[in-house]
């Protein structure tokens, strides 16, 4: 068994737990031995309490320490860990794996998808992209990240950076455009509700066509004139502003082909 | 029973055809009796061949006529429309209803969905926009409506325009923002597929939050740290504009709170 240590107590740290706790149901490969939170009481909803600690000398023995703590804390409870010598990894997808203390092996953990408190997820669907200082330890993560997912990749800091801004766009951005949608929606007096279903079935056809071949509307068929009157339909200067570049980058895109 | 013609053998007729035909299985609201279509042959696989013409005067007398052709064609054929004072409709986002050809009851049956013709469609959970003149044909569009969809809507031309324009932020733009997250993956070497299962919770996020509750990541943060960093690795002018105006109108959008 590999014994596993998390560190932190905020989202991905919470689904990282309930993930661990329902894989021991299915198989022996790892043992979540240990958690660390600064409040207790805060997991105890999650895991037995004799389990969590919030003293750095309290930390038991482990084969891995998943640090799951906002991204400018990372360094500080690399720094604040008493041992030296033993794995320890973040879960962080832009913070680069030499800038973490050096006096422990290093890697990285980092479970690419949205986490929020009350949502549940299927960590079996959640990809996760590794990346250590040498082979073993990669193989010490890949046999961890395999027993809580069936989708587990080796993705160097360079790739991950890549990774965390390509989920910039298709996450935050796409979050915004919904935001958009919304707006136009609320000033003239339509249920954003008629959306959804094109909201999921656009999300829906990316994973069976590719973005280019998925692509439809105005902008990809030059038609200027609906784009003319969408464009004097839009008061507000900022979706103005939006519609007009992504649809400016839409055509120079389908020049490309 | 309502007897209803489609005019039109693209994508959203032959969606329709297969809808109408589910629909006659469970109830007798519509007998779809008719379809137009220049090329016969393309309808075979789904409707009765005997039911498919290609000539305008061979239109039976029917309760409504769908026009499911391109919008530039729209004027067209109700131009080609023999009969008077029947109810004709479109199945448009942004041909404005006042002008289709008056010689005939005008209305707008805007099925709020992308549909392509390879992909099944479940039509109960497309929102259907109806518009007419005058309250009885509504009730008219609003049985036909109701007998292939659970979601319909009453919707005038200024309302559908703005849906119109809102679809193409959260359909056509978004599914460009999966362009680009495309575009940085292969030039890094990394697979899209590992961004599919966040563009999938991107998206069924918004069916229970508001996307301004929904919005995260180092914009709606103003984590500049992040921010600076994303821009100084974007090497692609076009996806680095896109970046920093989606960035800022997220941030300015924040202060409106
Ligand atoms: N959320 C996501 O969608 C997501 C996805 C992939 C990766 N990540 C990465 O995963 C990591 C954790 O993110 P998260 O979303 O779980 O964050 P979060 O929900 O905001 O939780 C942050 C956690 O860090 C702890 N913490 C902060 N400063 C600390 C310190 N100095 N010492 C000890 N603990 C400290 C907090 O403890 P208190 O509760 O005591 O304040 C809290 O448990 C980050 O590196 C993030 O980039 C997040
Ligand atoms: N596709 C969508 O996602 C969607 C969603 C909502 C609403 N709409 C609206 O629905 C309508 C149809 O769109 P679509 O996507 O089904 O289009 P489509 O797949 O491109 O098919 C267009 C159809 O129009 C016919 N047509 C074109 N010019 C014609 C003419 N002069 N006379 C007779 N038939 C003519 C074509 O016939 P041939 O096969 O003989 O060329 C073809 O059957 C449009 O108003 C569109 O805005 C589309």
């Not at 043992?31 to 600064?38: A, G, H, M, P």
């Not at 056809?205 to 998925?214: C, F, G």
């Not at 030059?222 to 008061?235: G, M, P, Q």
């Amino acid at each position: 068994m590999i014994k596993v240590v998390i560190i932190g107590s905020g989202s991905v740290a919470q689904h990282l737990i309930v993930a661990f706790r329902n894989a021991q149901k299915q198989e022996n490969t790892v043992d979540l031995i240990q958690v660390f939170s600064r409040k207790k009481e805060k997991l105890w909803h999650l895991i037995d309490s004799t389990k969590v600690i919030n003293e750095y000398d309290e930390l038991l023995d482990a084969d891995l320490y998943i640090i799951a703590v906002s991204d400018n804390s990372i360094l500080e409870v690399t720094e604040n860990l008493t041992f030296k010598n033993r794995l320890v990894v973040h879960t962080s997808g832009s913070f680069p794996i030499d800038e973490l203390n050096d006096s422990n092996r290093r890697g990285v953990f980092y479970p690419l998808q949205t986490f929020s408190k009350n949502r549940g997820v299927d960590f079996r669907l959640v990809p996760i992209c590794l990346e250590s200082e040498n082979a073993t330890d990669y193989q010490i993560l890949n046999r961890v990240a395999k027993s809580i997912s069936n989708s587990v990749f080796a993705i160097n800091s360079n790739q991950r950076k890549a990774l965390h801004v390509a989920a910039v766009f298709v996450n935050n951005f796409t979050n915004y455009l919904y935001q958009i949608g919304n707006e136009i929606c609320e000033q003239h007096q339509v249920p954003f509700e008629i959306l959804k279903p094109l909201i999921t079935e656009t999300a829906q056809k990316i994973m069976v066509l590719s973005p280019l071949e998925a692509q439809t509307g105005p902008a990809k068929r030059c038609d200027s004139v609906t784009i003319e009157s969408h464009e004097a339909f839009l008061k507000d200067e900022n979706h103005l502003e939006i519609y007009k570049i992504l649809t400016q980058a839409i055509q120079d895109n389908g020049k490309k082909l």
